[in-house]
């Protein structure tokens, strides 16, 4: 038997800080990276697929190539990332699955992708989905060792020592590119399309300007948060949006809030939805009068927040000029 493509993979639902080992002792935690997900059929004739079953092979032909050349057939569940000097580049990443033929080949030399592999869901035609994960990876350390795989494969840091997992949320270690952790069971199976992992994000709190909302200005139901543009144009530019607001924010805000006047900066422009979509966001802009204090994890692009954040509270103590990103 074979597994073939398209697989769902197995899923993670996001938990506030690391639960304990508990008695039992049975988890074990690995560091989540930013990247794309890539499951990785090894094969004479490899494909790999996205987390939505999309074939990235022709985005990425180093990939394809270690893939096929790896000396066994295996299917893999990794993170697809792309190393910048300083840290993984996320944008770089988004940039190369655009790219096909000649431009994916010179795109593969100056910005090289890599696969951190942390599950191992077949082996020489031997499906491993039903065994508990300690024997996964097992063979998954197995394999690295045999092959003397490097670059660009990576085996995905795990441990069993909470300690060393609460380091992963080190909001230095997002500026690297590690998101936070992985968080799973010892003994588990992988389950297709299960949201049966737990995941930790790094989380850091910062300052934006509320210049915009969608729902009503008396009402907000989300806020549009920017800062100065750091280039001196005077322009405003859009940092985060919030998650749903309390009820209890909701009022608060609604009763400091300002609708905006025929020049605010953002009047006339369009912002998506959500990452990665075109669908326009209605929103109403606000007098940018007001700081806010917000939490996010530490998947930050080009001074944006790909998720949205958590308000906080206002600054009353900060004016809009004292916003820096």
Do not use: N
Not at 14 to 26: K, M, N
Not at 168 to 182: H, R
């Amino acid at each position: 038997m074979h597994l073939s493509p398209p697989l769902q993979p197995m899923l993670a639902r996001s938990v506030e800080g690391l639960p304990s080992p508990g008695a039992s002792g049975r988890l074990v935690y690995e560091q989540k990276v930013d990247g794309f997900r890539a499951l990785v059929f090894a094969r004479p004739a490899p494909f790999i697929q996205s987390r939505r079953g999309a074939d990235l092979g022709p985005a990425f032909p180093e990939i394809m190539r270690a893939a096929s050349e790896l000396g066994v057939e295996a299917v893999l569940d990794a993170e697809l990332v792309v190393w910048a000097g300083r840290g993984l580049d996320f944008t770089a990443l988004q940039q190369r699955a655009r790219r096909r033929g000649p431009s994916a080949e010179r795109a593969a030399a100056t910005s090289p992708a890599h696969l951190v592999v942390f599950d191992l869901l077949e082996l020489s035609g031997t499906v491993l989905m039903d065994q508990p994960l300690a024997r996964r990876r097992a063979l998954l350390e197995e394999l690295f060792t045999t092959r003397r795989l490097s670059a660009p494969w990576a085996l995905s840091p795990q441990t069993t020592d909470q300690d060393v997992a609460r380091t992963w949320l080190d909001p230095a270690w997002g500026a690297v590119g590690v998101e936070g952790a992985m968080i799973k069971d010892f003994g588990g199976r992988y389950r297709p399309g299960d949201r049966g992992w737990l995941k930790a994000r790094s989380r850091t709190t910062a300052e934006g300007i509320i210049a915009a909302v969608t729902g009503t200005v008396r009402a907000p139901q989300t806020l549009l948060l920017g800062s100065p543009d750091p280039a001196g144009t005077g322009r405003l530019r859009l940092i985060a949006r919030s998650t749903p607001l309390s009820r209890s924010a909701s009022a608060q805000l609604g009763a400091a809030l300002h609708p905006a006047g025929p020049d605010h900066p953002w009047r006339g422009l369009r912002f998506s939805a959500g990452w990665g979509t075109s669908e326009p966001l209605a929103f109403r802009p606000v007098v940018p009068e007001l700081v806010a204090e917000f939490t996010g994890d530490t998947a930050v692009d080009g001074g944006r927040y790909r998720h949205p954040v958590r308000y906080l509270r206002v600054r009353e103590d900060m004016a809009p000029s004292d916003v820096h990103t």
